[in-house]
């Protein structure tokens, strides 16, 4: 009962910067830790970064750790993904998830309960 929808996607060049956002409705936004999963065309869904329901915990994928950051606005029940130095690896297509905050920051794909669409994101050479 909580529908997640992401925006922000789009084309960036190598080395360039990139804002998802992941806008929810229906329960109640802050009893959910947030997360990020993309998903590469021919590759399995892979975990990117996570947020505890009151932001003070993150957790990121060795793969992005320095150059991505997670964030979250309870009051506008959004949560972000700020993307850095995006490389052509990073091209996927880039969900958010919400998981009960019982799971912890959690990088399991299994414990979330909610996903969004989903949001196209292509790093170009």
């Known amino acids: 009962q909580v529908q997640l929808v992401e925006s922000g996607g789009g084309l960036v060049q190598a080395g360039g910067s990139l804002r998802l956002s992941c806008a929810a409705s229906?329960?109640?936004?802050?009893?959910?830790?947030m997360g990020w999963f993309r998903q590469a065309p021919g590759k399995e869904r892979e975990f990117v970064a996570v947020?505890?329901?009151?932001?003070?915990?993150?957790r990121y994928a060795d793969s992005v750790k320095g150059r991505f950051t997670i964030s979250r606005d309870n009051a506008k029940n959004t949560v972000y993904l700020e993307m850095n130095s995006l490389n052509l690896e990073d091209t996927a297509v880039y969900y958010c998830?919400?998981?009960?905050?019982?799971?912890?920051?959690?990088?399991?794909?299994?414990?979330?309960?909610?996903w969004g669409q989903g949001t196209q994101v292509t790093v170009s050479s």
């Open positions: 947020i505890s329901r009151g932001g003070g915990r993150t």
């Open positions: 998830a919400a998981v009960s905050a019982s799971y912890g920051t959690t990088s399991r794909a299994d414990n979330y309960d909610y």
């Open positions: 229906g329960r109640t936004f802050d009893n959910y830790g």
